[in-house]
């Protein structure tokens, strides 16, 4: 056989591995970025409806709540707030706590039920099946506090608590390869944040 025609088969052979491995790195790329959207839009709605609550602790149409938190632990608290805003003033007590149950929806073994519990004037139980993988909560006796000077938990006088860090982290429900013999990885969003709600200060 003609050496340059071996020569332009390993060529065009080169070529055309390069342009494969091109598609799938512009797949996975395309895939981690969907991903990426995906996890973000459902922390955002997520978190949305927890500001909405911790804002709204010990709140009532004329007076605080009282107590106004009834349990403070790391991944669990329990507090009560006129959570609907009814004009006969009826108290609800709301829950937020990280269960042990993991999603069997996906394939990601870190993704856990994260429950709000609503009862009182209101009930309802929302399973929050987003792919929450880890649900903190820390509590702060003086404002300004650093993170890691926070109160032990369970906290054992919530009237005591001034403020509360929580932090979120999100994944996506299947791993993201970057090549053929990639392991994968579950794409992360982080959220945290720290509040000061109006009723406890």
Do not use: C
Not at 41 to 47: D, N, P
Not at 77 to 105: G, H, Q, Y
Not at 121 to 144: A, C, H, R, W
Request: hydrophobic share 35%; charged share 25%.
């Amino acid at each position: 056989m003609d050496l340059g025609v071996v020569v332009s088969y390993i060529i065009a052979g080169m070529l055309l591995m390069a342009i494969l491995m091109m598609n799938m790195s512009v797949s996975s790329s395309s895939t981690e970025l969907t991903m990426t959207q995906i996890t973000r839009e459902k922390a955002a709605a997520l978190t949305d409806m927890l500001e909405h609550d911790i804002l709204k602790m010990g709140y009532n149409k004329t007076s605080k709540t009282s107590p106004i938190i009834e349990l403070a632990d790391s991944q669990r608290i329990r507090f009560r707030s006129n959570i609907d805003d009814s004009n006969d003033k009826t108290v609800e007590t709301i829950t937020w706590e990280l269960t042990s149950d993991p999603v069997s929806a996906t394939e990601n073994p870190n993704d856990l039920e994260l429950k709000r519990t609503v009862s009182g004037g209101i009930n309802s139980v929302t399973p929050i099946t987003l792919g929450v993988t880890e649900f903190e909560i820390k509590y702060f006796d003086q404002y300004g506090e650093d993170t890691s000077n926070n109160m032990l938990t369970p906290v054992s006088n919530p009237e005591d608590i001034k403020q509360l860090y929580i932090k979120l982290v999100l994944e996506s429900p299947q791993r993201v390869y970057q090549g053929t013999n990639d392991n994968g990885r579950y794409v992360k969003t982080v959220w945290e944040k720290r509040f000061s709600p109006p009723n406890i200060e």
